[in-house]
């Protein structure tokens, strides 16, 4: 089946810790992106990428990094300089970066810092 | 001021009963407008593209108004299944085949009772 993955679906970090949330998708598209949604607010965004080895920051882009060395996968690192970083991570990708492709959406990933 | 703003609701809804809600947006060159869906605790997920004529889906109505700069949607003869968090999305595209980022409203809560 054709879509998109997110690992793991829940995640715990301690304060101070890097952690890397994973998204991997066999739909063949280009573009792929990073969500952040917080309780009582639309998604914002982290970074996107419209191409493999390619990619630009998005709205929230601090404290965050990426990578697509591979059309398939665009991990996402949250670093200990976000400051808040409690919150429900989604990755999209879509066929190309053009605004009239729908986006698909993973699963999501939720991650919590203790 | 937000970028896309919707009310919130919930929205309480006998089912068989219509239900329509509006949402505004602020950029008045976007051209690329769209409904998703979310589940609770869920991805969001494409219900449907708004085209300037409106357009129907189903028991589903979406119409753009651009001198108003809004957009709504309306759902008829409302199912239980049609609970859920439904999100308005404006693109920031100048043209209709360019790249934008997808600005998401926080979303209209619905709740279909039996």
């Known amino acids: 089946d054709g879509g998109i993955t997110q690992s793991p679906k829940y995640l715990f970090r301690k304060e101070g810790q890097n952690v890397t949330l994973s998204c991997e998708q066999n739909?063949?598209?280009?573009?792929m992106y990073w969500y952040r949604q917080d309780p009582g607010q639309g998604l914002r965004l982290i970074y996107y990428s419209q191409i493999v080895n390619d990619f630009q920051k998005g709205d929230i882009a601090e404290g965050y990094s990426v990578s697509r060395e591979k059309k398939e996968s665009f991990p996402l690192t949250v670093t200990s300089a976000q400051k808040n970083p409690t919150a429900f991570y989604l990755c999209?990708?879509?066929?190309?970066?053009?605004?009239?492709?729908?986006?698909?959406f993973g699963p999501g990933t939720r991650l919590t810092v203790l | 001021r937000k970028e896309v703003e919707q009310d919130p609701g919930p929205f309480n809804v006998p089912e068989g009963a219509t239900v329509a809600f509006n949402c505004t947006y602020s950029?008045?060159?976007?051209?690329?407008f769209f409904w998703y869906r979310q589940d609770c605790r869920k991805e969001p997920k494409l219900l449907m593209s708004v085209y300037s004529s409106g357009n129907e889906d189903g028991r589903f109505t979406a119409q753009l108004n651009r001198a108003s700069q809004y957009i709504s949607l309306l759902i008829r003869d409302s199912k239980l299944s049609d609970s859920a968090t439904y999100l308005c999305?404006?693109?920031?595209?100048?043209?209709?085949?360019?790249?934008?980022?997808?600005?998401f409203g926080a979303g209209t809560q619905v709740v279909v009772t039996p």
């Open positions: 739909l063949n598209h280009d573009a």
């Open positions: 950029n008045s060159a976007s051209q690329s």
């Open positions: 999305v404006v693109a920031e595209d100048e043209t209709t085949d360019s790249w934008g980022k997808l600005q």
């Open positions: 999209a990708s879509s066929l190309t970066g053009i605004s009239y492709n729908e986006q698909f």
